[in-house]
């Protein structure tokens, strides 16, 4: 069955760092990657999407990379913030799927001042 | 941020008593979502809709049915609520190239 693996262990960094996040797949191949943000509480809110095809993806301090070799994708924030802290999912993606997500269970990030 | 909604944001009920939850959107989204989320679980598909009156199961669907009668809302309906639904349930919707999806504040639902 298709299977995502994020972090498990919480991530806790210093202020100013940058922060990797990794998101492993199995058993699918997927056409897209999402990245959301989800706060205590609320619901997730998207964040980037990357295609099969590309790399690598840019926005302000977020980078995303997608090697379809590997399985893997890997969520950048550089310059990190205390506003940064918050849990981030991965949600591969498959073609034509209705817009269909599988969820990773997240990695809980933590930036220290 | 897009427009929506859930209703009710929290709700108490017991064992064997049907339950509706309701999603609504105004952003004329073709595709609506029902998720359920817990605890070492994370984020599961309960059911989804790509139109009026078409919907279709997801990873989770046992228990639960849904209907979307109109572009804006999409209801979950537990038929006889188990303390196994007792969860945080998202709605969220997406429009025609059924990229990212915008997510509701959610609803948290306890089954005592």
């Known amino acids: 069955s298709q299977k995502i693996e994020q972090n498990s262990e919480a991530l806790n960094i210093q202020e100013g760092k940058t922060a990797t996040l990794t998101c492993n797949y199995t058993?699918?191949?997927?056409?897209?990657l999402q990245w959301y943000r989800q706060d205590p509480g609320r619901g997730p809110v998207f964040l980037l999407l990357?295609?099969?095809?590309?790399k690598e993806k840019r926005k302000e301090r977020l980078k995303v990379t997608f090697d379809t070799t590997l399985k893997q994708s890997l969520f950048h924030i550089t310059a990190s913030q205390p506003a940064d802290s918050a849990t981030y999912l991965c949600?591969?993606?498959?073609?034509?799927?209705?817009?269909?997500?599988?969820f990773g269970q997240g990695t809980e990030l933590s930036v220290k001042p | 941020d897009a427009g929506i909604t859930q209703s009710p944001r929290h709700k108490v009920t017991e064992t064997g008593t049907p339950v509706t939850l309701r999603c609504h959107q105004t952003?004329?989204?073709?595709?609506m979502y029902w998720y359920r989320q817990d605890p070492g679980h994370g984020l599961r598909l309960i059911h989804y809709s790509y139109g009026v009156k078409d919907t279709d199961k997801g990873e989770v669907s046992d228990g639960y049915s849904v209907s979307r009668s109109k572009t804006e809302d999409f209801l979950l309906t537990l038929e006889s609520a188990t303390s196994s639904q007792t969860s945080v349930y998202f709605c969220?919707?997406?429009?025609?190239?059924?990229?990212?999806?915008?997510f509701g504040p959610g609803t948290r639902l306890t089954v005592t």
């Open positions: 949600a591969p993606q498959l073609y034509n799927q209705g817009g269909k997500l599988i």
């Open positions: 058993n699918y191949s997927p056409a897209y």
């Open positions: 969220a919707s997406a429009g025609e190239n059924s990229y990212e999806q915008y």
């Open positions: 990357i295609r099969e095809n590309e």
């Open positions: 952003e004329n989204h073709r595709y």
